[in-house]
């Protein structure tokens, strides 16, 4: 009998330490975590090492994912030894729901290492804990080369970063245009519904959620309800008046491209519209769209961009890593990469995207900005001065929702 003891005492002890070195374990896990944040960068490098790190990306345009699998994945693996695998998505919502459902089971070796994410999607992330922690400070790409007090990079869509996500671009909104058919082109909202009602079926943008044609939803705001600046703070969606903004849409939908009776489904389907002829003008918001696609033969090399006299919206885009990223270590070198002057001015080139940079040109180095000056932009994409001049920030993220929902209430549904 007191054998019997001995043994089921002993085999207590073993599990007792089994699960004591699994806890052990698990805080070991959560301090190598936490200490990325606090550690130096020789030693983030050496943990990143052999590393592949998952980076879930919209992946509706070819440029940006030749551009990370052709000229951003060889580099970094390169010099770092990390292996970057672009994972294409295409609603960054998706990811986002897919992190809750792994918070609300405590996963904690996800699959989502880096995502592409801004506005809306950042504050749901921020506010429901999806994100891993304030890492910016720790990248020295960051702190070489961007300004991080500027209120266009501090703020996302007016919720404060802080410093749970990197900005990895900068985006204004353009209006596409063919100069072979169009010899002025609309300088304001207003100009633009006398436009489409002189020249019926020319016309159309992509139905919201899209997120270009929500975009062209919130720059008709503006300027039908008076501006930006009453809509950079936050409000209850009760004290808001968007009826200006549906008489306007409602009122050019008859002239719109088939009558108004449908809408794009997305900006690829009026990009094909265009390039058909079928309708004058597109939009993006991306200056550099439109030189990119002359590149490629997709757009006529007639097709030129312009911008409105009272403002086009612009806002950064963001990279950021989720709270059960696998490699931490090996997320934060990609990124700190992806923010390099060779990275970004990479990327400003038309042939590989062709948006502005994150950088501040002030920060960099003589010889970077002789190398930024000397950068062909395209025929089609207008001077960073004249984009700066009219450039407009975006609005807080929870008016997006709001503009969405009230376009299929009001608009698509009448």
Not at 4 to 19: D, E, P, R, Y
Not at 109 to 132: H, Q
Not at 151 to 170: A, L, N, R, S
């Amino acid at each position: 009998m007191l054998n019997k003891i001995n043994f089921a005492c002993l085999i207590l002890t073993i599990s007792i330490l089994i699960a004591g070195c699994g806890v052990q374990q698990e805080q070991a896990e959560e301090d190598i975590s936490l200490n990325l944040l606090e550690t130096n960068w020789e030693t983030i490098l050496k943990e990143a090492k052999d590393q592949t790190v998952n980076f879930h990306m919209w992946g509706g345009d070819d440029r940006y994912n030749r551009y990370i699998d052709e000229f951003i994945a060889p580099r970094l693996k390169e010099e770092t030894g990390v292996t970057l695998n672009r994972v294409a998505i295409t609603d960054t919502k998706d990811v986002i729901n897919k992190l809750q459902n792994e918070k609300s089971v405590n996963k904690k070796d996800g699959t989502v290492d880096i995502i592409w994410i801004n506005g809306e999607n950042f504050k749901l992330a921020k506010d429901n804990g999806l994100l891993w922690g304030s890492f910016a400070s720790q990248l020295p790409n960051v702190r070489q080369y961007v300004d991080i007090n500027a209120p266009d990079i501090q703020y996302d869509f007016g919720e404060h970063t802080e410093g749970m996500e990197v900005p990895w671009g900068k985006a204004q909104f353009v209006f596409i245009y063919d100069e072979a058919k169009i010899t002025q082109p609309p300088k304001s909202i207003k100009e633009l519904g006398e436009w489409i009602k002189q020249n019926p079926g020319k016309f159309t943008y992509p139905a919201p959620p899209d997120f270009t044609g929500s975009a062209f939803i919130r720059q008709a705001l503006y300027e039908t309800t008076g501006g930006y600046e009453q809509y950079l703070n936050a409000a209850n969606e009760e004290e808001l008046d968007f009826i200006p903004l549906w008489d306007y849409l409602n009122e050019i939908e008859p002239n719109l491209w088939r009558g108004g009776e449908t809408y794009p489904e997305s900006l690829a389907k009026l990009d094909q519209l265009y390039s058909n002829g079928e309708v004058w003008m597109t939009m993006a918001y991306d200056p550099g769209k439109a030189s990119s696609q002359i590149e490629k033969g997709v757009f006529p090399e007639t097709t030129r961009t312009f911008v409105l006299e009272g403002g086009t919206l612009s806002n950064t885009h963001y990279l950021s890593i989720p709270f059960n990223a696998e490699h931490q270590a090996g997320a934060m070198v990609a990124i700190n990469y992806l923010l390099s002057p060779e990275a970004q001015f990479a990327k400003m080139d038309p042939v590989h995207w062709g948006e502005g940079m994150s950088l501040d040109p002030s920060k960099l180095s003589n010889e970077d900005r002789e190398q930024l000056h000397l950068l062909d932009l395209g025929k089609a994409t207008l001077p960073a001065d004249e984009l700066a001049k009219y450039k407009v920030p975006e609005i807080p993220a929870n008016y997006v929702k709001w503009l969405e929902e009230g376009w299929f209430e009001h608009v698509a549904k009448r």
